[in-house]
């Protein structure tokens, strides 16, 4: 929000204080997370979770997802601090990359896959077990107390469902995101960085986990994009409707 105003701003003197004050509370939420690290752990850190996420999410045998239970590949921490852990699983991951070039492109294609996945269903994977939509999804709850509906869910009918729902949820966002650069309903520069936000939400996800939950920070853009998207597609297939 504090991007668009900046950009927004004519005044050079209001641009730079509203850069100064993005730049504050971009640097706030690290601070705070350093800060809560350093009570909980006792370690000054802003996470201690990035070396478990790389090396859960490779693997000769894994599609690069969560998997519960699945402790990633071999590496021996024992006897090392949170943080010393971290950097050493880092380093495994590292290694087991320059070893297995050959799983790049097959982890970081399934990783773009996941993380783009539905939040429930047939292809739905990450680590989002505590969603409220999970949790009280009809499909989901039905699929745990009858059989014969699970296995229409999770079958094939389920999986085409989930297909054409990830194909269309990525068309609508083309779509919309066309919409919103022709229409200048928002300045390039404003939608480059709002892009860049979700390209960056995508880029962590396909070089660490394959989760949809990583998705979370960039669904603002996602929905908006969307909804452009729809309007565009109502439009053209049923009556026209002023975008904007």
């Known amino acids: 929000i504090l991007a668009l105003i900046i950009f927004k701003t004519p005044k050079a003197k209001q641009k730079f204080f509203s ?42 045998d894994t599609y690069g ?6 402790p990633g590949i071999p590496c ?10 971290d950097r050493k699983q880092i380093d495994c991951a590292v290694k087991w990359y320059k070893e297995n070039p050959s799983q790049i492109v097959r982890l970081t294609f399934y990783k773009f ?21 999970r949790q009280f999804n009809p499909v989901e709850r039905l699929s745990q107390v009858d059989e014969s509906f699970k296995s229409i869910a999770f079958g094939p ?6 297909i054409i729902w990830l194909l269309f949820y990525l ?7 066309k919409m919103l650069f022709s229409k200048k309903i928002l ?30 920070p960039a669904m603002p853009f996602i929905l908006i994009s969307q909804y452009y998207g729809f309007v565009y ?8 409707t002023s975008i904007g």
């Open 113 to 133: 896959i996941f993380f783009w996945t539905p939040w429930s269903g047939w292809l739905s994977t990450g680590s989002m077990a505590r969603n409220p939509w």
């Open 171 to 177: 068309m609508l966002i083309v779509i919309g995101t």
């Open 19 to 60: 850069a100064i004050t993005l730049m504050l509370l971009l640097f706030l939420p690290l601070l705070t997370l350093t800060f809560r690290n350093h009570v909980a752990t006792g370690y000054s850190s802003v996470s201690t979770n990035l070396g478990n996420t790389l090396i859960i999410g490779i693997g000769t």
């Open 187 to 216: 300045s390039r520069s404003a939608l480059s960085i709002i892009l860049l936000n979700v390209l960056f939400a995508m880029l962590i996800s396909m070089l660490t986990l394959g989760d949809n939950r990583q998705r979370l």
């Open 76 to 85: 021996d921490v024992t006897n090392l601090n949170k943080v010393e852990a």
């Open 233 to 240: 597609l109502r439009n053209k297939l049923w009556k026209k």
């Open 65 to 70: 997802n969560y998997v519960p239970g699945y």
């Open 157 to 162: 009918i389920g999986a085409s469902i989930s």
